[in-house]
Nanobody, 122 residues
Framework: QVQLVESGGGLVQAGGSLRLSCAAS????????MAWFRQAPGKEREFVVG????????DYAESVKGRFTISRDNAENTVTLQMNSLKPEDTAVYYC???????????????WGQGTQVTVSS
């Protein structure tokens, strides 16, 4: 069982930066792949970025490649998403998710946080 709590969302101007954090409870954090998904109003939830259990593999959606960076600290049970050069189209609720294997498919993730709102103004 893993419980996830996101933080760090907010309002930022286009071109700005935000840093999202996801704190996980449970002893098995280091065995889970972690990912960030986002969902904008009227749109389906989409994969943003994921990281393997040990942190050696990362997978970025094309829309955020070069702008977002995911990292994890297995000693602290946290995963972080650094978002730079933000665009209005990045506006969404961002969700942290934990799963057995790194996938881009949301159904493959068993545990989800409550989400944090990111709004980028133009």
């Amino acid at each position: 069982q893993v419980q996830l709590v996101e933080s760090g969302g907010g309002l930022v101007q286009a071109g700005g930066s935000l840093r999202l954090s996801c704190a996980a409870s449970g002893r098995a954090f280091s065995t889970y792949a972690m990912a960030w998904f986002r969902q904008a109003p009227g749109k389906e939830r989409e994969f943003v970025v994921g990281i393997s259990p040990g942190g050696g593999a990362r997978d970025y959606a094309e829309s955020v490649k070069g702008r977002f960076t995911i990292s994890r600290d297995n000693a602290e049970n946290t995963v972080t998403l650094q978002m730079n050069s933000l665009k209005p189209e990045d506006t969404a609720v961002y969700y942290c998710a934990a799963g057995v294997v790194l996938f881009r498919i949301s159904a493959r993730y068993s545990y989800w946080g409550q989400g944090t709102q990111v709004t980028v103004s133009s």
